[in-house]
């Protein structure tokens, strides 16, 4: 039992399954309250996309041979069938979407699946938008904003910046959790940069912007992370 719940728990951290349910799961969030419609192929087509994106660099490493021992790299090698599946499936109604989804709708995710791989590597160069200093939340902001709120049809301007600050707060405690990791690549963020010094005054403004637009809109998502911070 013990085993089994080791090994449930990997795929569940690991194979960024959770990521991907929660872009799709936001994304319909959006769509609810806003009033917009949406196939059920769009929900499942955002999170086999970003299950797929969130791979492609472990993949690619791991494909290249790349020394790397990190946990996430021990459960590709240990589970190499489990992801297969997984992936393939995900590529396949990635394909298939293609033929049912309006063009505008195709046109904004592949905008996206662009700006995601130029995060992780800008082609013919030696850097990447990541690499670009202080620019990690605010590019990954800016994607997950596009693929949860400005994909639905009847969502606005105060929609998109919710979404968009909503994700600009889950970012940054991950900046200062990925410290050590971003320090020992030379990526300067705000967390590397300043430490808790602007990091931390920086997630009360955030939450106070949380709590002033909840003030004005009880429907925001972000007033969670208010509440949380």
Known sequence: MKQFFKSFSEHIFYSNIIIALAAACLYMYYAMISGSQFPFILPLLI??????????????????????ESRFNKYYKSNKASTSILTIFSIG????????????????????????????????????????PYSKPFVIALVWTFV???LNDKTNILHHFDAYVFIL???IPFDIKDTDI???????????????????????LASLYCAFIHTFWPGSFSIIF????
């Open 47 to 68: 999170f086999c996309s970003t299950y797929i994106v969130y791979h492609a660099q472990r993949i690619g490493d791991h494909l290249l041979h790349v020394k790397d």
């Open 182 to 204: 971003d320090e020992k690549e030379k990526t300067i963020t705000l967390a590397t940069k300043f430490k808790a010094n602007l990091t931390i005054p920086l997630l009360i």
């Open 93 to 132: 109604v990635c394909l298939y979407s293609l033929f049912v989804l309006d063009i505008n709708k195709i046109i904004i995710l592949l905008f996206c699946v662009c700006l995601s791989f130029l995060y992780i590597k800008i082609p013919f160069t030696k850097i990447s938008l990541r690499s670009i």
């Open 169 to 171: 707060l889950l970012c």
């Open 226 to 229: 208010a509440i949380l911070y």
């Open 148 to 150: 949860t709120s400005v």
